[in-house]
């Protein structure tokens, strides 16, 4: 009787359970420093964002939209998406995107498959090697453009069809750890 | 050489651009005519005008705003041309502006700049200049032609056709040297050819071949 009482107080767990806690760690994924984000598919994400206190030595690997307005030394590769450096951003890297916006300043070579925006303050040097350039007046480009036309039938920068449940990730080697850190997008 | 210290003036931002037509941007661009992937040296700072004009000729571009890295190696307190006599300014500015391989370029743009630059450091601009770009390959390059003036109005050109080119003031430097036909072709002694064109607005335009 007592067991059954038990069994009555504590029900088996069915199908319709609460949502994990945010701070359990994923199977496949390393544990993440920022809060876990919700999982709503109807909701569009902006992009992921490196604040301007941040400063990060190593590699930047991104499968979805970042906007960098820290510091950056090392590279940023974003194949399929959109790097924007916002007005704070300073890189020491080497860049390689879907399209790349510039409003602070890269040192260093970039490749943007689509397109490159700079604007107006903003400071590259470096070559550049994309299918199109906007400069702004008042930017600062010292370096070499070679325009490479867009290979024919490559879908670039189409919208994946899986539902957003699988998280992007914008992943972070640091050269100084040696281990890679995983921060999702909201 | 004139005594007075050389002063950038700022320009007069109610001055808009020009628009003019040019012998010199025309015959440079006649001598790439027909050709392919060459790779084409502007002293005159990234400008959308100018990338997509030569881009859409199939033509790499290097950008540098040469004038605004003189004045980062020269300008300051004291003499713009005085410190173009101090060795480690004189690197620097090689350094940012000319530091290529050899044989890089198949032409260059070289606009006004090279007439605020003084001996010793003009004659290894153009050494430089004859390394870097590759045989049969052009340069242009202004200088003012009055003789007695204090100063010359400095310019971002851009290209607007081949042949037509759009002047923004950017303010007043007095040029380093005075030249006229025959110290120019003294000065690219090493090349070709040089070939003058002389404008209603005294303006020598020089197409040097290498």
Not at chain 2, 61 to 72: A, F, G, P, W
Not at chain 2, 75 to 82: I, S, W
């Given at each position: 009787m007592w067991n059954k009482r038990k069994e009555e107080e504590y029900p088996p767990k069915s199908a319709a359970t609460p949502p994990a806690p945010a701070n359990q760690a994923k199977e496949t994924a390393p544990m993440s420093t920022t809060p876990a984000p919700s999982h709503h598919p109807s909701e569009s994400r902006g992009p992921a964002i490196i604040g301007k206190s941040v400063m990060i030595k190593g590699q930047i690997f991104s499968r979805e939209d970042l906007t960098i307005d820290g510091e950056i030394d090392g590279s940023v590769e974003l194949h399929e998406h959109r790097l924007t450096v916002g007005p704070n951003g300073k890189l020491q890297a080497g860049v390689k995107a879907r399209e790349v916006v510039v409003l602070g300043t890269i040192h260093g070579n970039v490749e943007a498959a689509d397109k490159i925006d700079i604007r107006k303050d903003a400071r590259l040097v470096g070559d550049i090697k994309t299918a199109r350039i906007v400069i702004e007046d008042g930017a600062y480009f010292k370096g070499s453009i070679d325009i490479a036309r867009p290979e024919t039938g490559k879908a670039s920068g189409a919208p994946s069809s899986k539902p957003a449940a699988t998280s992007s990730t914008t992943t972070v080697n640091s050269a100084a750890a040696g281990t890679p850190v995983s921060a999702s997008g909201d | 050489m004139p005594a007075q210290p050389a002063q950038l003036k700022k320009s007069n931002s109610a001055h808009p651009p020009q628009t003019r037509s040019s012998h010199g941007l025309e015959q440079f661009f006649s001598s790439i005519q027909g050709q392919e992937n060459l790779s084409l040296l502007d002293f005159?700072?990234?400008?959308?005008?100018?990338?997509?004009?030569?881009?859409?000729?199939?033509?790499?571009?290097?950008?540098?705003?040469?004038?605004?890295?003189?004045?980062?190696?020269?300008?300051?307190?004291?003499?713009?041309?005085?410190?173009?006599?101090?060795?480690?300014?004189?690197?620097r500015f090689l350094h940012e502006s000319l530091d290529f391989p050899d044989l890089t370029f198949d032409g260059a743009l070289l606009w006004d700049t090279l007439q605020f630059l003084a001996p010793p450091l003009l004659e290894e601009a153009v050494d430089r200049l004859h390394r870097i770009l590759r045989p049969q390959s052009s340069l242009l390059a202004f200088f003012h032609a009055e003789e007695k003036t204090d100063s010359a109005p400095l310019y971002t050109y851009r290209i607007v056709e081949s042949k037509i080119m759009s002047l923004t003031p950017r303010g007043e430097r007095r040029p380093a040297h005075y030249f006229n036909n025959r110290s120019l072709e003294k000065l690219f002694q090493k090349f070709a050819s040089v070939k003058f064109f002389l404008t209603r607005d005294h303006l020598r335009e020089v197409i040097v071949r290498r």
């Open positions: - | 005159s700072g990234a400008s959308q005008a100018n990338v997509s004009f030569i881009t859409s000729l199939g033509h790499k571009i290097y950008s540098n705003d040469v004038l605004r890295t003189m004045e980062e190696a020269f300008g300051g307190p004291g003499d713009f041309v005085a410190h173009q006599s101090d060795p480690e300014r004189a690197a």
